[in-house]
């Protein structure tokens, strides 16, 4: 018997993985360049029907900055920013999660401090923010951030939105867990204030392991991790005004504060959901102390967060890594987790092959009671299914799946804040809602003919060619 791929360890990343975001995009095979010059009001608009990385080089009324967006929408260019294959992605990135952090390469001084803007010259509003959605009055800062956790010193890393409203001042959501307890230790010390700085334009693989979302606060920083799933030490360097290391390689660094005293009201949220939930939110102000960046032409990355864009991927790729290893743990040899983002980033797909009846209720179960929110609807697929193709995933439910035995129902579970359809809990816990989940058994079952699945085609299905005949 063969050792069943789960249980050997995956190819090592590609040693020429760029360390930087602009070399990254430079050698990227399909990168969409946009020379042409472009308003900031059509960014979101335009990234939006892209796959591929975008990167727009003419910004109306922004000379001097670039801007790029879809680093990691598809499971193609997931993989190039780990540097493995499509085949190889998932169980690389879930076997390197299960491996130590890497230290930092400590420098001095990198090409994210060539320009360094403080005092009077910081301005958020000169800088190349897009708004995201027709309701949105201001500017919406989406930089991955790091935040030093003031009892253990180790970091935490999310993608907080910033709604710029002034030269100095932007109100950030800080939805997050962990940011959330880090902000209390700072208040609870006795600080009014905790320092941040937003990482803008790193690369992809740094923004996939700071959306990590497991228990690890007690042992490292997101950050600490990159090194891993790269496969090489990250540089990092001291900030110009805070105390904090920020990454040498950025393309821009923004330094400042999360002040602790008081929230203010905003509702231009944008749900993975792709709905304007939760309506509102109450959040604190961020300061920004400096703003340091490259020289030449620094590059913003936006993260357009609706309709289709790495805002329903990105925050979901570690957590398909983290399924991956608890299905396999269970004996099951998976082909892939994905949570697609036609499925509002409230639903999940798991594919895999099974020994016996048994197997996928705990499979449905275990992705079911996932620590996350987003996990209400979870399908259960075989290999054969395409699972990039909501119409074939679909047609595994309506042609493989009994809702008279094949479906579990659990009511009363943690509903997700952006799913319209969950129940609002009593107001002292909004935005938090109520829900049932749903699993959904679509596999070809043991009690079924295997022979009634054999799908069919016609003669010379994929062989021949209409264009051949225009
Ligand atoms: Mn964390």
Not at 220 to 244: C, F, H, Q, R
Request: net charge negative.
């Amino acid at each position: 018997m063969t050792t069943p791929v789960s249980h050997q360890p995956p190819p090592a990343p590609l040693a020429s993985l760029e360390t930087s975001l602009r070399d990254y995009l430079e050698n990227h095979e399909g990168l969409v360049r946009i020379s042409k010059p472009v308003k900031l009001d059509d960014i979101g608009a335009l990234s939006a029907q892209v796959d591929d990385p975008i990167l727009f080089e003419n910004i109306v009324g922004r000379p001097g900055f670039r801007l790029t967006d879809i680093h990691v929408k598809n499971r193609r260019n997931q993989a190039r920013a780990i540097g493995t294959t499509p085949a190889d992605y998932l169980r690389s990135l879930a076997y390197r999660l299960r491996q130590p952090p890497t230290p930092f390469a400590m420098v001095e001084k990198g090409p994210a401090r060539e320009v360094v803007l403080k005092g009077d010259e910081v301005d958020l509003s000169a800088l190349p923010i897009p708004r995201h959605k027709e309701g949105d009055k201001y500017p919406y800062i989406t930089a991955t951030n790091l935040v030093r956790d003031p009892e253990t010193g180790f970091y935490n890393s999310c993608n907080a939105g910033t709604t710029v409203v002034g030269r100095q001042r932007g109100l950030i959501s800080i939805v997050t867990a962990h940011t959330n307890i880090i902000m209390q230790k700072y208040a609870a010390r006795g600080h009014k204030r905790m320092p941040i700085a937003m990482m803008v334009g790193v690369p992809p693989a740094y923004e996939i392991m700071a959306n990590y979302s497991g228990l690890h606060m007690d042992m490292w920083g997101e950050i600490d991790m990159v090194g891993t799933i790269m496969g090489k030490p990250i540089e990092m360097m001291p900030a110009e005004t805070i105390d904090l290391l920020v990454p040498a390689q950025a393309e821009m660094i923004i330094e400042g504060y999360v002040r602790l005293d008081e929230r203010f009201e905003v509702g231009e949220v944008t749900s993975p959901s792709k709905y304007y939930l939760p309506q509102r939110e109450w959040i604190p102000e961020f300061i920004p102390a400096a703003i340091t960046m490259r020289e030449d032409r620094p590059i913003w990355r936006n993260h357009q967060t609706c309709p289709d864009t790495d805002h329903q991927t990105l925050p979901r790729l570690c957590h398909e890594a983290i399924l991956y290893n608890r299905l396999t743990e269970m004996g099951l040899q998976v082909k892939d987790v994905r949570f697609p983002s036609w499925g509002g980033a409230l639903s999940c797909i798991i594919q895999f092959d099974y020994r016996h009846d048994g197997f996928v209720n705990d499979a449905l179960m275990a992705t079911m009671g996932a620590p996350w929110l987003n996990t209400k609807i979870v399908v259960a697929v075989s290999p054969d299914t395409n699972i990039e193709d909501a119409g074939a995933v679909y047609h595994a439910i309506a042609s493989r799946c009994d809702p008279e035995t094949d479906i579990i129902r659990v009511p009363k579970t943690r509903g997700s804040l952006y799913d319209p359809s969950a129940r609002s809990l009593p107001e002292e816990f909004y935005p938090f809602r109520l829900s049932g989940k749903m699993g959904i058994d679509a596999t070809i079952k043991r009690r079924q003919d295997s022979a009634d699945f054999r799908p069919a085609y016609p003669v010379n299905w994929g062989q021949v060619r209409l264009s051949d005949y225009l």
